[in-house]
C-alpha cells in the first residue's frame, strides 16, 4: 500500500500559530516572534497548554502517589517511567503550577537524586560506573525539572546544576558506552540543561561551564559528526535525522537550537548546521518528522510528516543565525 504523500502547507507561520497545537502555537509566539510574556495570545496560548489532549492523557496515566508506571525508580522503565512523562510535559510547555505535575517533580527530587547531586540510574543494563558515567541521564533529569520550573531558588535544583556544570568544566564527559570517550550525547543533554536555566540564574561556574562545553562542540564539524568517538565506531544515524521528542540520543537540530539559544548562531563555526537545516527544509518551507521515539504511552508527533515541532525549532535557529525562512 503506498504511504499518504506529505501535504503542502501553504503559509507555514500560520500553520505554527493555529491553535490545534497550543504548545507549538505557545512557542512560536514566544520564542521565534518574541512576543512579551503579557501578550493576550501568549497567555491564551499558555493557558490552553494544560487543556490540551496529550497533557491531559499523560496526567490521566499518573497514579495517585504522584508516579508513573513503575514505583522501583522514577528514572525507569525507559520511555514509561515519572521523569519521561515529566519530560514529555516540560516539551508540551507544562509547569510545575499544576499541582499533579509538582507532585511528580518531587517524586524525582526525592527518590532519584544522589547525595552529589546527580540522577544515579540503577537498571541491569544502564546503570553508572562513576557520578559522571552516562551524563545524558543527568542532563535530560536537570532539564525536564528546569523547564517544568525549578531553578537555583531551590537546593535540590541548585546541587544538581552545580554537579552538571562541574562535570562539563571537568570535561567529564566520557561514558562507557562510547569506550570512555567524550560522549556527545552527554555533553549535549548536559548543555541542553543549563542553557533552560535563566541568563540571571547562571552563576560564574555555570557560565563557564556552558562556554566551556559549546567551545568544545563548536570545535567539531557537527554535521560531520567529527566529534570523539570510540575507535572504529560507526557514526549514529539518529544523529542526522530530525527527531522529537529525543532521549538520551541527540541530533542536530537539538544541537544546534541548544547553541542558539545560548547566542552561538552568528559564529563561523556554526555555519555547517545552518546549512545541514537549511538542506532538509521542504520546498514549502517546513520540515519532515523524522524520528520520534518508539514505545511513547501518548504520542506526541507523526513521523513522516510535515512537523510543526521541528518547523518551529528550524525557524528558530535560522533566525537567530541571520537567515530567513521563506519557502526554499
Not at 500553520?15 to 507549538?24: D, G
Not at 557560565?207 to 570545535?219: G, M
Not at 559564529?267 to 521515539?293: A, C, N, S
Request: glycine residues 6%; charged residues 20%.
Amino acid at each position: 500500500m503506498a504511504k499518504n504523500p506529505s501535504p503542502i502547507i501553504d503559509d507555514p507561520l500560520t500553520w505554527l500559530l493555529s491553535p490545534e497545537n497550543p504548545s507549538v502555537r505557545y512557542f512560536t509566539l514566544a520564542k521565534l516572534l518574541e512576543h512579551p510574556f503579557e501578550d493576550l495570545d501568549v497567555q491564551e496560548a499558555q493557558g490552553a497548554i494544560m487543556e490540551s489532549q496529550p497533557v491531559q492523557a499523560i496526567l490521566g496515566m499518573q497514579d495517585a502517589e504522584g508516579w508513573w508506571d513503575s514505583h522501583v525508580s522514577p528514572l525507569n522503565p525507559m520511555y514509561c517511567g515519572t521523569i519521561w512523562q515529566l519530560g514529555y510535559l516540560a516539551e508540551l510547555g507544562a509547569s510545575i503550577t499544576n499541582p499533579a505535575i509538582r507532585k511528580g517533580a518531587e517524586v524525582v527530587w526525592n527518590n532519584a537524586q544522589g547525595e552529589r547531586g546527580d540522577f544515579p540510574i540503577e537498571s541491569k543494563t544502564f546503570h553508572k560506573f562513576s557520578p559522571e558515567d552516562m551524563l545524558c541521564m543527568d542532563g535530560i533529569a536537570l532539564w525536564t525539572l528546569i523547564r517544568l520550573g525549578y531553578g537555583m531558588d531551590d537546593s535540590r535544583a541548585s546541587k544538581a546544576i552545580g554537579f552538571v556544570s562541574q562535570a562539563l568544566l571537568n570535561a567529564e564527559m566520557r561514558c562507557r558506552f562510547n569506550a570512555n570517550q567524550p560522549c556527545a550525547w552527554g555533553g549535549m543533554k548536559a548543555l541542553r540543561a543549563l542553557a533552560a536555566l535563566p541568563v540571571d540564574q547562571r552563576n560564574a561556574t555555570t557560565r563557564s561551564a556552558i562556554d566551556k562545553s559549546a567551545r568544545f562542540f563548536l570545535e567539531c564539524n557537527l554535521a560531520q559528526a567529527d566529534f570523539p568517538r570510540k575507535p572504529n565506531g560507526k557514526i549514529s544515524q539518529h544523529w542526522f535525522k530530525l527527531g522529537f521528542p529525543r532521549n538520551y540520543q541527540s541530533d542536530l537540530l537539538e544541537m544546534a537550537f541548544t547553541l542558539a539559544d545560548l547566542g552561538y548562531a552568528t559564529e563561523k563555526r556554526f555555519k555547517p548546521l545552518v546549512d545541514f537545516i537549511l538542506y532538509k527544509r521542504r520546498p514549502d518551507g517546513t520540515w519532515k518528522l523524522e524520528e520520534t521515539l518508539p514505545k511513547m504511552p501518548v504520542p506526541l508527533a507523526q513521523k513522516g510528516q510535515p512537523s510543526r515541532w521541528v518547523t518551529w525549532q528550524a525557524w528558530y535557529v535560522l533566525k537567530a543565525a541571520g537567515v530567513e525562512n521563506p519557502k526554499a
